[in-house]
């Protein structure tokens, strides 16, 4: 029997290791939003985020020895989030966490403290709208309205945006940007009783067929990410080059993965 030839590995694309930060503010927005800004020497290195992009925040158990210093040792727990808003001059990064309950980031975020430290690495990935959009349907839970606001800051100019937003109730609206205006049909789902993503689902499945050339971004629950992609393809006639989509989590699962694009 001859014996087994093993192949060369690929080279594994390393990842810059990630950097030590501490908290600097604290703000609770709404009831269920708390506004963090990580700050210290490392981040002024930081890369400026682009929209819909992400970072990954670690949460390494106590006895872990965190951040390791060789770069293929076992990562540390992590969770997604979006890279807000980013000072370089001041290495001040903002991360916006909704506070849904049990998780490990929602748990973190709404018991930390000021001088805290937090791991970040990226930032990564990133949504650019075509240039010549003229139009965008932006479709949002709680979770992706921070991405959905750097969406909103960077559209090309004159790109008219329809932007439809599922919170829990009316306590939750805020605006999406600082800078840009939008008036979003904002859905409350604790009045409605509906699974999350549900009410996103109804309403796009209720809106007019907008022009062929609309461009889309979607992000919220992956079951119900999947299902508004699906209407828009096959009942609104969206061209799915001009459509993106994202799970940002998924009900019952923890950590869901960065890349559920839902095109699989
Ligand atoms: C690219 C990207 C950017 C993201 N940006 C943000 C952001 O800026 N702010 C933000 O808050 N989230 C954001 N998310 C979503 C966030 O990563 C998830 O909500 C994550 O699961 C939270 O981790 P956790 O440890 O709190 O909960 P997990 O341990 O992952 O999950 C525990 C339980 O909570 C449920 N759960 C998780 N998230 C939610 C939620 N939002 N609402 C209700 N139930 C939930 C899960 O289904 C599971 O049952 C982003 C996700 C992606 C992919």
């Known amino acids: 029997m001859s014996a087994a030839i093993e192949l060369p590995k690929p080279a594994r694309k390393r ?28 981040m002024l290195g930081f ?8 970072i990954k925040l670690f949460f390494p158990p106590a006895a872990m020895n965190w951040p390791p210093v060789d770069p293929d040792a076992p990562r540390a727990p992590s969770r997604t989030y979006t890279p807000r808003r980013f000072d370089a ?33 990226g930032p ?11 139009n965008i349907v932006i479709v949002a839970d709680d979770s992706a309205m921070p991405a959905a606001g750097m969406v909103l800051e960077t559209l090309p100019k004159g790109c008219r945006a329809s932007v439809i937003c599922e919170i829990t109730d009316r306590l939750e609206e805020r605006p999406l940007s600082p800078t840009v205006a939008c008036n979003p049909v904002w859905l409350h789902r604790m009045a409605a009783g509906t699974a999350p993503g549900a009410l996103l689902e109804k309403a796009v499945a ?26 828009a393809i096959r009942q609104l006639g969206a061209d799915r080059t001009r459509l993106h989509t994202r799970g940002y989590w998924k009900q019952g699962d923890s950590n869901h993965p960065d890349h559920d694009y839902g095109n699989d």
């Open 89 to 121: 001059e001041r290495g001040l990064l903002e991360v916006e966490f909704v506070l849904h309950g049990e998780g490990l980031a929602s748990t973190w975020a709404e018991n930390t403290c000021i001088g805290d430290v937090m791991t970040i690495g």
């Open 206 to 231: 209720e809106m007019a067929p907008p022009s062929p050339d609309t461009c889309w971004w979607v992000a919220c629950e992956s079951g119900a990410m999947r299902r508004i992609r699906d209407i």
């Open 15 to 42: 990842r810059p290791p990630p950097r030590v930060s501490r908290v600097e503010a604290i703000e609770r927005v709404t009831p269920g939003l708390v506004r963090i800004t990580f700050g210290g020497p490392e």
């Open 47 to 54: 890369a400026a985020p682009r929209p819909g992009g992400h």
């Open 124 to 134: 990564g990935g990133g949504y650019d709208a075509p240039q010549d959009a003229t």
